[in-house]
């Protein structure tokens, strides 16, 4: 408005999720859903089954999953989660 513009600014975004927020590897909400199937050896079409999404959305949460926990595939996954079960959340 200082400057003159008359238009509305859009609104100011909210940063990361607040379950992004308060885990300490910065999962979401549903990252951390699609987690704990993962690590109960669920693959992504029984995942998405399960949460009625598309296997493409869940490849995506499980693609940031691998990423967000360092991981080179599920079975790293798997393991770091019977070692950490903290990972999987508050309701893990």
Do not use: K
């Given at each position: 408005a200082e400057l003159g513009?008359?238009?509305a600014l859009p609104r100011a975004r909210r940063g990361v999720y607040k379950a992004a927020r308060n885990h300490?590897?910065?999962l979401t909400a549903r990252e951390q859903e699609v987690l704990r199937h993962m690590a109960s050896g669920l693959s992504n079409q029984d995942i998405?089954?399960?949460l009625a999404l598309s296997k493409r959305t869940v490849e995506h949460h499980a693609s940031a999953v691998l990423s967000k926990l360092g991981a080179d595939n599920r079975m790293a996954v798997m393991l770091r989660v019977q070692k950490e079960p903290w990972l999987l959340g508050e309701e893990g």
């Open positions: 513009h008359t238009r300490p590897l910065g998405s089954d399960t």
